[in-house]
């Protein structure tokens, strides 16, 4: 009994590790389109993993939990991108009074 417990505690995870593909076997599986195009994002998304666990560290650092912190900073981002968005807007709309202006006033020099 004791023999066969341990052979399926140390047997199941040897068969799992032995099984298991690794990343470079699950790649060369890959057609090479989506080898290509794994390639050229890889960057990207490293990237981004790279941003994302520099967030939670800078989080981790304060005295509130993560998710408070994550919350505070996509409030803080959503009212950047509103003011941002306001002033495209106005931007646009004192172009097109210009643009109004410069057509009024060539229509009255004609």
Request: glycine share 4%; aromatic share 6%.
């Amino acid at each position: 009994m004791l023999v066969g417990g341990a052979v399926l505690c140390i047997g199941g995870p040897a068969l799992i590790i032995y099984v298991t593909p690794t990343e470079e076997e699950l790649f060369k599986r890959y057609n090479p389109e989506l080898q290509k195009r794994s390639l050229e994002n890889r960057q990207a998304k490293q990237d981004d993993f790279d941003k994302f666990v520099g967030k939670l560290k800078e989080y981790s650092k304060a005295d509130k939990p993560i998710w408070q912190m994550a919350a505070a900073d996509e409030a803080k981002a959503r009212a950047k991108a509103a003011e941002d968005e306001r002033q495209r807007a106005a931007e646009l709309k004192k172009r097109r009074e210009e643009i109004k202006r410069h057509s009024m006033e060539d229509l009255l020099n004609k």
